[in-house]
T-cell receptor, first 111, second 114 residues
Framework: SQQGEEDPQALSIQEGENATMNCSYK?????LQWYRQNSGRGLVHLIL?????REKHSGRLRVTLDTSKKSSSLLITASRAADTASYFC???????????FGKGTRLHILP | AAGVIQSPRHLIKEKRETATLKCYPI?????VYWYQQGPGQDPQFLIS???????DKGSIPDRFSAQQFSDYHSELNMSSLELGDSALYFC?????????????FGAGTRLSVL
């Protein structure tokens, strides 16, 4: 089954630094999404990148997608304490299809 | 803007009891998804409904059942609860007419089985 694998599993950086998280998946996809989850809370959609797109920006977020390597990266620039959360990539193969979440990266921003 | 509403937020049950979780999707959303997230785990897809019909099934135990009603709200029924069922249960909704399959998640129901 297609499943994202995030790397690293946990990341601690100083406030103001950039944070990069990677995701790999196994099968062909239509879209790849990144979600954020604060501890014990619901998931919040951050950004979606289609399979025919290579890069997308949204505020301090930059997502890249390499379908040949079946991988994606999420870059958060100028990190803030409020960015502390778990970040999941999720893939889907169809418009109404379920999305499959990766294992997630726990990001901790140090003050 | 209205979001996905889940109730209850917290639920404590004994082993072998039953539990019912409710989900109210965003107005006009016609698709509902249920996920289970164990401690430190990624969300696992359980089941989804589109226009009141089951559209996809994931790793949902036979002890669990779900349905979507005419007002599009959904209920997840869990019977013969086991300790391992303790988890966060998320509901998400989406609109099939939207160009992107973005799912909007509720805050979740935390189920503790004692």
């Amino acid at each position: 089954s297609q499943q994202g694998e995030e790397d690293p599993q946990a990341l601690s950086i100083q406030e103001g630094e950039n944070a990069t998280m990677n995701c790999s998946y196994k099968t062909s996809i239509n879209n790849l999404q990144w979600y954020r989850q604060n501890s014990g809370r619901g998931l919040v959609h951050l950004i979606l990148i289609r399979s025919n797109e290579r890069e997308k920006h949204s505020g301090r977020l930059r997502v890249t997608l390499d379908t040949s390597k079946k991988s994606s990266s999420l870059l958060i620039t100028a990190s803030r304490a409020a960015d502390t959360a778990s970040y999941f990539c999720a893939t889907d193969a169809g418009r109404d299809d379920k999305i499959i979440f990766g294992k997630g990266t726990r990001l901790h921003i140090l003050p | 803007a209205a979001g996905v509403i889940q109730s209850p937020r917290h639920l404590i049950k004994e082993k072998r009891e039953t539990a019912t979780l409710k989900c109210y999707p965003i107005p006009r959303h016609d698709t509902v998804y249920w996920y289970q997230q164990g401690p430190g785990q990624d969300p696992q897809f359980l089941i989804s409904f589109y226009e009141k019909m089951q559209s996809d099934k994931g790793s949902i135990p036979d002890r669990f059942s779900a349905q979507q009603f005419s007002d599009y709200h959904s209920e997840l029924n869990m019977s013969s609860l086991e300790l391992g069922d303790s988890a966060l249960y998320f509901c998400a909704s989406s609109y099939s007419g939207a160009p992107k399959n973005i799912q909007y998640f509720g805050a979740g129901t935390r189920l503790s089985v004692l």
